[in-house]
């Protein structure tokens, strides 16, 4: 897909201070991003993590504590009895099956007929008390998107922490043997894939391919689809930037890749997400950010209001450009 011919940035210290998002939108003949139609609610259960990996730009981890109560897990379920629109709940964290009331919030999305995503881990299957959930997983049919960042056990291990690859391999080769990945089952397993360094991810369909041919080969295991994902310049990613010297000429990267095609599909003008606390954001990467809805919107999901969340004017920052750089970037992976 060709980028849109904005100017090239050549001098990378000009770049975060004097081009906007929003201007570049504006430049590219875009109004201010609107909202669309919500049909998503991404539901992030906490901070806590089994996992510290490299480019986490929710900064979990075992030390967190931040965790969703039964109490707000409520009132998104009457937010969702109130918006029959919303077909997915999209389940984040952290590892939100850390949670303890992960399981309540997926059997009752599932009485209300909602397709639900697991953002999947892996390795917490073999956190104490979690071995269970493959099999939970599978009798509620829920999807699962499970990180795996390269097919090498050492590039894995690198960003995500030492073990780790061969521990996801066993979870995938389980999950396979329930039927996930699997023609006909209606269980679906995708990946992501994420760069390891500061660059924008390479072909999201030749990837695949790439990670079909040699998942199966190397291991027996088979998926439906793999979606690339742009690392965020926010949080540890943003720390590791910083401290190798490659901020500026990663957001140059970003902002010289921006591709005009991907403003219609951007992630946030068909979700909300709501944080562990309850309050809503126009995505995950706002919340982290912890820059709050337009404050004419309802911030919080006990005062969820469909009529009122359509067509908001959406929060950007410098930070968007990673969803609109190359082929675009989304939880659903590559966007043009
Ligand atoms: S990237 Fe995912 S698995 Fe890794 S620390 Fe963050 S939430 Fe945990
Ligand atoms: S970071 Fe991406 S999804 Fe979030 S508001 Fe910006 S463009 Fe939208």
Known sequence: MPHSPIPLVSSPSLTLQTLS??????????????????????????????????????????????????????????????????????????APEMNPHFEYLVRQCRVRDRNVIDRCNLTVFYVKGKSHLPEFLAEHEVEIIASLPCYLEANVDQQRGKGVFNRSITA???????????????????????????SLPPSQRDLE?????????????????????TNMPISRFLDDL?????????????VNS????????????????????????????NQMLELPLQNNSPQWIGDFNTATLEDRRIVVGSHCFGCTAGSGSSCGGAIA
């Open 209 to 229: 391919q790439n990670y079909k041919e040699e998942l199966m080969s190397r291991y027996g295991i088979q998926f439906n689809r793999l979606l690339t994902i």
């Open 258 to 285: 921006f591709n005009n095609a991907t403003v219609e599909d951007l992630m946030c003008r068909s979700l909300i997400s709501v944080g562990w606390d309850g309050r809503l954001f126009d995505c995950d990467f």
């Open 21 to 94: 998002f929003e201007d570049t939108l504006a430049t590219q003949g875009h109004g201010p991003l609107t909202a669309k139609s919500i049909s998503t609610l991404q539901v992030n259960m906490g901070k806590v993590c089994n996992q510290t990996c490299h480019h986490c730009h929710v900064d979990a981890g075992p030390q967190r504590t931040e965790s969703m109560t039964k109490a707000t897990i409520d009132q998104i379920l009457a937010a969702l009895d109130q918006a029959p629109e919303i077909s997915t709940v999209d389940i984040t964290g952290g």
């Open 242 to 254: 910083r401290e190798s010297g490659q901020i500026d000429s990663y957001y140059t990267l970003l």
């Open 172 to 198: 995938l080769q389980t999950l396979n043997n329930l039927g996930y990945g699997k023609e006909g089952t209606g269980l679906r397993l995708h990946l992501v894939y994420n760069p390891l360094g500061p």
